[in-house]
């Protein structure tokens, strides 16, 4: 089949290339020139598992190219995937759709009759019906469907080849039909696939954010009370997790979640809920979004306690920068926010991160970063592990003990084994773990 994919951030690359690599003849679309050039010579704006190997054999392959015109990309194709950002808006929680909107109208200029519009972007639910009456008043016989993506960063290319499900919101038993060639392949391997109406595809996604969430704010929560009450919240998360209708899956205490999904898809689903007058009933949302930041807060607290009460000619080292790890991504990092908060109070930071130092210094070019774990250490007062990355479990304890000034760790994913470290003369300390806890 032929297709475009309009907007090429995270979503739409790896949705690009992906589908190329299945069979199809896709057309990238982005208003970004110098992005498209760089992806165009095969190129990927971020950092991906396996899509760097998957853009270039695509792109040479002749089956994915990329433009700047949506004129060029309606004449190409009749099926038409939007991906463009919904970031929350400046002036409340709820959704941006500018970007949205302003694809819509400028492809409505130029759609052929028999077009299907495919969103994939997050959106408010209502919104597919209500770019369907903005399509039709410009374009005949041209439906929007809606088919929400459910990729996690550092493993997208793998979810989008190899997904559990494939969601389609459409309004008619030719949508259905576009989708189903469209993904046959990945429902050939396995895939389930779920059709039904618009609004509740466009749930579908912001309702399993919210669950996830919830669950991560309800370990950190339970955290915060192991503290008060001297108990291992990682024993706790792990035996409750044991009942099979609970699950271990993201009963993990820490930071609590970033990145550029959670935070803002759980903020616009309470307001959009808030605009149908089903507020109360996502009312618990606020209080999920406020344990994790609060938890951020608690990280600093504790991190200033350890300190000695100020961080005032304090030097701090940072393991971590990214939201999560296997990720170059920065957005609403936890770990950005409290080296953040740790500088602003007077400590000296400096920061370690696998793959996200240019990003982190682009966005916060005052704190400091090191190219290695050693040098971030260097004389530090005080290491926060702040990101759970697999190379800081791989760190020798007795090996950095030689380069901090004092042998104190605070890890705030609680994914560090704490027996070597202590073995190696280390005083480490995690949220909602005794000091004696060894897991």
């Known amino acids: 089949m032929r297709m475009t994919v309009i907007g090429t951030g995270y979503v739409g690359t790896v949705h690009a290339a992906c589908m190329a690599d299945i069979g199809h003849e896709v057309l990238g679309i982005d208003i970004d020139a110098d992005r498209i050039a760089s992806l165009a010579a095969g190129r990927a704006p971020i950092r991906e598992a396996g899509l760097d190997e998957l853009l270039a054999r695509t792109v040479a392959s002749g089956r994915l190219r990329f433009s700047t015109s949506l004129a060029e990309g309606a004449a190409f194709a009749r099926t ?16 941006d759709l500018r970007y949205i909107d302003a694809v819509t109208d400028e492809l409505a200029r130029h759609l052929r009759p028999g077009s299907l519009v495919v969103g994939k972007s997050t959106v408010p639910v209502g919104t597919a019906v209500r770019l369907g009456r903005r399509l039709a008043a410009s374009t005949r016989d041209t439906e929007v469907a809606w088919n929400p993506e459910f990729l996690r960063e550092g493993s997208a290319v793998q979810d989008t080849m190899r997904p559990e499900r494939i969601v389609v919101g459409v309004s008619s038993r030719h949508a259905e039909a576009t989708l189903r060639a469209v993904y046959e392949p990945l429902l050939r391997a396995g895939a389930a696939f779920f059709s039904t109406d618009t609004a509740t595809a466009e749930l579908v996604k912001v309702a399993a954010n919210s669950f996830l969430a919830t669950k991560i704010s309800f370990i950190n929560a339970m955290a915060e009370v192991c503290d008060a009450a001297g108990a291992d919240v990682t024993v706790l998360a792990r035996a409750i997790g044991a009942d099979s209708r609970i699950g271990n899956r993201f009963l993990e205490p820490g930071l609590g979640f970033g990145g550029s999904c959670f935070p803002k898809d759980i903020r616009a689903f309470a307001a959009r809920a ?27 607290t504790r991190a200033r306690q350890l300190a000695g009460g100020s961080f005032t000619g304090r030097r701090v080292a940072v393991l971590g920068a990214s939201f999560k790890p296997g990720s170059d991504d920065v957005r609403d990092s936890p770990a950005l926010a ?32 090191a ?23 791989e760190i020798d304890p007795a090996a950095l003990a030689t380069v901090v000034r004092t042998p104190l760790l605070l890890d705030a994913r609680n994914s560090l084994d704490a027996q070597p470290w202590r073995a190696a003369g280390w005083t480490l300390h995690a949220l909602g773990r005794p000091m004696g806890g060894t897991s």
């Open 338 to 369: 409290v080296a953040t908060a740790v500088r602003q109070q007077g400590a000296a930071v400096r920061i370690h991160d696998p793959q996200a130092l240019d990003n982190a210094r682009a966005v916060f070019p005052d704190l400091g970063y």
């Open 371 to 393: 190219l290695d774990i050693p040098k971030a250490c260097e004389d530090a007062d005080l290491v926060l592990h702040l990101t759970p990355w697999p190379e800081y479990r």
């Open 80 to 95: 038409h995937f939007v991906c463009v950002g919904t970031p929350q808006r400046p002036d409340s929680e709820a959704a």
């Open 274 to 300: 808030e605009e149908l007058g089903a507020g109360e009933s996502v009312a618990f949302l606020h209080e999920v979004d406020r344990i994790n930041t609060h938890q951020r807060q608690r990280t600093v």
